[in-house]
């Protein structure tokens, strides 16, 4: 998931970070970018001996600790002199851009400082002293925001009329042009100087929910253990989950998922109460700033058509019977002769004993990003040579993989835990994809338009995801091993295009109940998300057995507190596939425009910068085409065991 720290009225933040996945399995894949949330490895991975060049060099941010500290301390002195410059916005044109680039070169100070206290700590979170240093960088940008909080309805008082020619005026503004624009956008939602500030202290309140959640999921559940028909007896936490649903014994899996799904039943009140707060937060942000409802407010931000939420919801219901062929081939390749059930997913259709050290990450995916160009792939090398990464696992550190691009004067940084499989692999390419995406940026566009929407980033990311796909596919030296990664790529779609459309809309149907007065209830909760569970996987045309013990998965997924996020994930890998296809084949029109998007940052909104990309998102057509590419897929795969 990734999150823009909005601490800035202004709206002038840069490419913040890019964590893929979450603690909870939201997602099959990679995607997804998130502030330091990342998601679990199926697998424990093993820790192996360190090389220096595979450990990241935080010495290009901060040369100690201590140059850390004495940043801090300047910089919390910079955020108390910004207080200073409210009123000063409309005596002249001038007058704003000097503030307006006070305030900016503060935040961008303020950002930096955050980038080495999360790196630092996500080397081992079991060292107090920099989860210290974590918090204090994120309390300086919470200060931040509320120093600034009078910006916005400064600018609106001002005046379009003033402000657009204060535009012409300065040459200076021309950077803050968008996010000027973009206030002026804002207006019928911006409150008054004393709202605003007050709005901006509520912002612990809001976040509340999500807190309590995640200390409790992660902290507080007593898992319990299970014994497997082997003998073996595991701790049955979340990570324990997602390694043991991939058990081969059909009885253990149901064991599994009974036992795990049991536990999170017992609290299906409490959780139910925290969604519900959650929820009633968002209704009352869209109420307060004059929102019809709450996805039109959570799409406002980034100016984003609410056709293309819809459209999509439409677009992944109507290909549902792809979704049932792909659950008739997977009991088929299992071998299961009674009922499929939703416990059947997880286990890999085809096993592939391949080994992909790090090197080999490195090679396969610079050769698969070939018909990307030399531009793409000098920024790659760049990127691979000089020590940007984190890439073993070790004891303390995050699980999970990441990429942080927003020290904009410095260069992006990737944690990865790198278990020598071609998962890692696809990893290490996923996150590359962020990783030069950033360095395009913030080489092509000032600190002020660098960042660039999830909605952009995850399209980058995946981008690199399928071509190497398509390349390993395409050198299989054996069909068990074509099988294994056409399985993969099948299973991917899965994950990322019907999952997370099916969470996205049980967020907005709770959203929808929420404006209607309802209260959600824990077990309301549960009654939603089964109905959407039996639809999108054909309990009753017989092709899942869905049991009601699973709806409590709702409380699983720490996406619903991310405001209408997830839906992205589905966009981006419909987008990502229609732009790969073309640029595989070497479409060096459809090459050029994608690399323009990633240079064009945040320059423009999203959408905007996709559909000049070639790809709308508002229309069937980039959906309908991934489709496809699913159902060819499974062709493939049907093929071979024809010919043996």
Not at 392 to 404: D, I, L, V
Request: aromatic fraction near 10%; include cysteine.
């Amino acid at each position: 998931m990734k999150t823009k720290l909005k601490v800035l009225s202004l709206v002038i933040s840069a490419a913040l970070l890019n964590a893929c996945g979450t603690t909870s399995d939201a997602s099959a894949t990679k995607v997804g970018s998130s502030a330091p949330q990342a998601k679990a490895e199926s697998t424990q991975p093993k820790v192996k001996p360190v090389d220096e060049k595979y450990i990241w060099d935080l010495t290009d941010l901060y040369p100690s600790a201590q140059a850390w500290q004495d940043a801090h301390t300047t910089t919390k002195q910079a955020v108390e002199k910004l207080k200073d410059l409210q009123g000063t916005l409309g005596k002249s044109a001038q007058s704003l851009a000097a503030a307006s680039e006070q305030i900016s070169s503060v935040y961008k100070d303020a950002v930096r400082l955050l980038v080495y206290a999360t790196l630092k700590a996500d080397e081992n979170l079991k060292i107090a002293e920099n989860e210290e240093r974590r918090q204090l960088a994120k309390a300086l940008l919470s200060d931040l925001g509320s120093a600034v909080s009078w910006y916005n309805p400064e600018v609106l008082a001002i005046g379009e009329t003033k402000i657009r020619r204060y535009l012409k005026q300065e040459p200076k503004l021309a950077v803050h042009k968008h996010a000027l624009e973009n206030i002026l956008r804002n207006a019928p939602h911006t409150l008054s100087e004393e709202v605003e500030a007050v709005l901006a202290k509520t912002s612990k309140l809001t976040s509340a929910p999500n807190s309590i959640y995640s200390v409790f999921a992660n902290a507080n559940i007593p898992w319990p253990e299970i014994t497997l028909s082997t003998g073996e007896t595991q701790l049955l936490n979340q990570a324990g989950y997602s390694k043991l649903r991939q058990a081969p014994s059909r009885e253990d899996r149901q064991k599994v998922f009974d036992t795990f799904w049991g536990k999170w039943k017992e609290y299906e009140a409490t959780l139910g109460g925290v969604l519900n707060t959650h929820v009633q937060g968002l209704v009352f942000k869209t109420q307060v700033r004059n929102h019809d409802t709450s996805v039109s407010r959570a799409l406002f931000d980034d100016a984003m058509p609410e056709t293309v939420y819809r459209t999509l919801i439409k677009e992944v219901n109507d290909a549902l019977p792809t979704l049932h062929r792909y659950f008739k081939l997977r009991k088929q390749m299992l071998n299961i002769e009674d009922d499929l059930r939703y416990f059947d997913i997880y286990p890999p259709l085809v096993q592939l004993d391949k080994t992909y050290s790090i090197e080999d990450s490195i090679a396969i995916t610079r050769r698969a990003l070939l018909p990307l160009g030399q531009e793409y792939l000098d920024a790659y090398d760049k990127g691979v040579e000089g020590r940007w990464m984190h890439v073993y696992p070790q004891e303390g550190k995050r699980s999970g993989a990441y990429m942080f691009g927003a020290a904009y004067d410095v260069h992006p940084y990737v944690l990865l835990n790198h278990n020598d499989d071609y998962n890692s692999a696809s990893t290490f390419a996923h996150e590359y994809g962020h990783a030069v995406h950033s360095v395009l940026s913030n080489k092509t566009q000032p600190w002020e338009t660098a960042d660039y929407a999830t909605f952009i980033a995850e399209t980058a990311s995946i981008m690199n995801e399928m071509l190497l796909e398509d390349m390993v596919i395409k050198e299989a030296k054996t069909d068990q091993e074509k099988l294994y990664y056409l399985g993969i790529g099948l299973e991917a779609l899965r994950g990322t295009f019907f999952r997370q459309t099916m969470f996205a809309e049980f967020e907005l149907k709770i959203n929808d109940a929420a404006e209607a007065g309802e209260i959600l209830t824990g077990a309301k909760l549960s009654e939603i998300y089964l109905d959407l569970l039996k639809r999108y996987h054909g309990h009753d045309q017989g092709v899942m057995k869905i049991d009601e013990a699973y709806a409590m998965e709702w409380a699983y997924i720490p996406h619903f507190y991310y405001d209408f996020y997830v839906f992205q994930y589905a966009t981006s890998i419909a987008a990502a596939a229609g732009l790969a296809e073309k640029i595989g084949k070497g479409d060096t029109q459809a090459r050029d425009a994608f690399i323009n998007m990633l240079k064009a940052g945040g320059s423009d909104y999203p959408y905007n910068l996709m559909k000049q990309a070639g790809v709308d998102m508002a229309t069937a057509a980039p959906y309908r085409a991934l489709v496809t590419r699913m159902n060819n897929i499974m062709d493939k795969m049907e093929a071979i065991p024809a010919k043996q």
